[in-house]
């Protein structure tokens, strides 16, 4: 294999019912057939894989004995696919359209300069609402699907440079993956494509929304929205990447908007009556300080990105971190 177009599509399962035999049907009918396909099952307990295990026979099946996480397991299946210059990131609750991946790779080969690609992503049920058209990042550390929730006719998007891609339906150069220390698996899941992102940016590689790359994406796949793992995780990483990742001149300018971040996601989360699990996010997230900042030093070491054009890349609008959390109501 190895060819410059040489691709693996990888797809990490925890619990996520119909949806993986659905993701896995789609597979079958791409105008550009992967050339591998790699499901990382997370000790799953709902039959999910026993009820995709005949769906796609080439794929390989790998079943772990503990659920390592998004993090970790997608690491491990990328390290597995030594053969493809390409990884192409796929959540089981995601179901692209048969040009999918045939779109990334064209994104790709026509923009040599971008190393990692997002896709346009509707709602599962509902095509002609958005799911989202690549991730932002905003200076105070949130981070958001851009257009989420969003009618499709009245928001066209040309192919364009983002921050970051959703994960959910990504491509990836191999390569710069490993090279910039792939996920963090001490995130487990929720941000670390906004981490590994930022760590790409810093190294100099660049990300590419490609609008052709339609996927339908349920977006809760084996966890509800809202609930108290999501919370968690999300607020507890979002901490531990501004910490890790925000060069020194934009730590400090942007350090007291990041704490005022995280007093307004405590005082929100309170008012809608889950003050337990933001208050144990941020309490875990200081423990964590130690480790976080021992990775800074070494992320820190290797930037080769100028801090304005890393600012730039950034949403820098006051009032979009506001809109944003009015949006998750529930």
């Known amino acids: 294999m190895n060819g410059p177009d040489s691709v693996v599509v990888i797809v990490v399962n925890h619990n996520s019912g119909g949806y993986l035999k659905a ?17 990382m099952d997370n000790a799953s307990s709902d039959g999910s894989l026993d009820q995709a295990r005949d769906t796609l026979p080439e794929a390989e099946l790998v079943c772990l004995d503990t659920n390592t996480g998004f993090a970790a397991a997608n690491n491990r299946a990328v ?9 192409a990131l796929l959540n089981p609750d995601a179901a692209p359209d048969p040009d999918w991946l045939q779109s ?57 440079d983002v921050f970051s891609p959703c994960a959910a339906a990504a491509l990836y150069d191999r ?9 963090d698996e001490d995130f487990f899941a929720y941000f670390e494509d906004t981490d590994l992102a930022f760590r790409l940016r810093l190294s100099g590689h660049r990300c590419l929304y490609v609008a052709g790359a339609r996927v339908r994406h349920a977006g809760w796949g084996s966890s509800e929205p809202g609930s108290e793992f999501s919370i968690y995780h999300a607020h ?10 925000m060069p020194a001149p934009l730590h ?9 971040l995280n007093l307004f996601s405590i005082l929100w989360f ?9 208050l144990k996010a941020k309490w875990d997230a200081l423990r964590g300080l130690p480790a976080a900042l021992k990775k800074r030093r070494a992320i820190q070491k290797h930037i080769v990105t100028e801090a304005g054009a890393l600012q730039q890349a950034m949403n820098r ?14």
């Open 79 to 87: 390290r597995q696919a030594g053969d493809c210059r390409w990884v």
């Open 236 to 245: 507890r990483n979002l901490v531990w990447t501004f910490v890790k990742n």
């Open 104 to 160: 990334l790779l064209d994104a790709a080969a026509a923009h040599p300069d971008h190393s990692f690609f997002g896709s346009h992503l509707v709602q599962y049920d509902d095509s002609e609402r958005l799911d989202g058209t690549g991730d932002v990042y905003h200076v105070c550390g949130l981070a958001w699907r851009r257009d989420h929730g969003r009618r499709a006719k009245l928001c066209r998007r040309e192919t364009g």
């Open 175 to 183: 390569n710069a993956f490993l090279d910039a220390g792939g996920f």
């Open 23 to 39: 993701c896995l049907e789609s597979m079958k009918v791409q105008t550009r057939k992967p050339d591998r396909v790699i499901v």
């Open 270 to 278: 309170t008012l809608k009556g889950k003050p337990g699990v933001i």
């Open 252 to 260: 400090w300018k942007y350090l007291p908007a990041h704490l005022a």
């Open 317 to 330: 609008n006051w009032l979009e971190p506001f809109k944003v959390f009015l949006m998750r109501r529930r």
